[in-house]
């Protein structure tokens, strides 16, 4: 099992910055793909952006490119997502996901994901 605790959400501003973290813990981590991905009520879930597993390649959303940066520290077992120049419209709970596959790939899917983390509110007012 693999437990992941995402941390770092809160209320702030249009043009704020944030960094969310995800710390991992149960079982290594190192050799998976993780992501963030982000959920709106009424919404599904939303890729946002992913990492591989030695952080060599990375992949984010149109809708954050520019913006957000994914990155991960392997040896503390940690993800991390650096929002900047937030937006309104980026105000969603975001969630940390690990895939448990041995790949190289970074679906968008999030049922492409096997563990998450219980969320973690980001709030951006105008």
């Known amino acids: 099992q693999v437990q992941l605790v995402e941390s770092g959400g809160g209320l702030v501003q249009a043009g704020d910055s944030l960094r969310l973290s995800c710390a991992a813990s149960?079982?290594?981590?190192?050799?998976?793909?993780m992501a963030w991905f982000r959920q709106t009520p009424g919404k599904e879930r939303e890729f946002v952006a992913g990492?591989?597993?030695?952080?060599?390649?990375?992949n984010s959303a149109d809708a954050v490119k520019g913006r957000f940066t994914i990155s991960r520290d392997n040896a503390k077992s940690m993800v991390y997502l650096q929002m900047n120049s937030l937006k309104p419209e980026d105000t969603a709970v975001y969630y940390c996901?690990?895939?448990?596959?041995?790949?190289?790939?970074?679906?968008?899917?999030?049922?492409?994901?096997?563990?998450w983390g219980q969320g973690t509110q980001v709030t951006v007012s105008s």
């Open positions: 990492i591989t597993w030695n952080g060599g390649q990375t």
């Open positions: 996901a690990l895939r448990w596959k041995l790949t190289v790939e970074i679906p968008i899917i999030a049922n492409e994901y096997y563990y």
């Open positions: 149960g079982r290594p981590v190192n050799s998976y793909t």
